[in-house]
């Protein structure tokens, strides 16, 4: 059985940081692209990082230049989303997805908060 569950997401201060944790189970996910998007209410699902299986080349929506950073562990199949100098605007459901071609997984979502 395929499983993506993700963790890290809660409630933290504009400025703050997080990270964002997801453990694969069920496959060898280690020469599959794995990303992280987010969704807000009433808008469709964003981008925020994506790394390659290799765990090198990168690509990051604008929002995430320069403040966050996807990695993966691939002996622990994990990937990871360092989220720094959050600001109001991040606040989402961040959702960890692994692709293969044009199939996808996805985990349930964990929930980011910034507010003062």
């Known amino acids: 059985q395929v499983q993506l569950v993700e963790s890290g997401g809660g409630l933290v201060q504009p400025g703050g940081s997080l990270r964002l944790s997801c453990v694969f189970s069920g496959f060898d996910f280690s020469t599959y692209f794995t990303g992280w998007y987010r969704q807000t209410p009433g808008k469709g699902r964003e981008l925020v990082a994506g790394?390659?299986?290799?765990?090198?080349?990168?690509n990051y929506g604008h929002s995430a230049q320069g403040r966050f950073t996807i990695f993966r562990d691939n002996d622990k199949k994990m990937t990871y989303l360092q989220m720094n100098d959050l600001k109001i605007e991040d606040t989402a459901v961040y959702y960890c997805?692994?692709?293969?071609?044009?199939?996808?997984?996805w985990g349930r979502g964990t929930q980011v908060t910034v507010s003062s």
């Open positions: 997805n692994v692709r293969r071609r044009s199939t996808d997984w």
């Open positions: 790394i390659v299986g290799s765990g090198g080349p990168t």
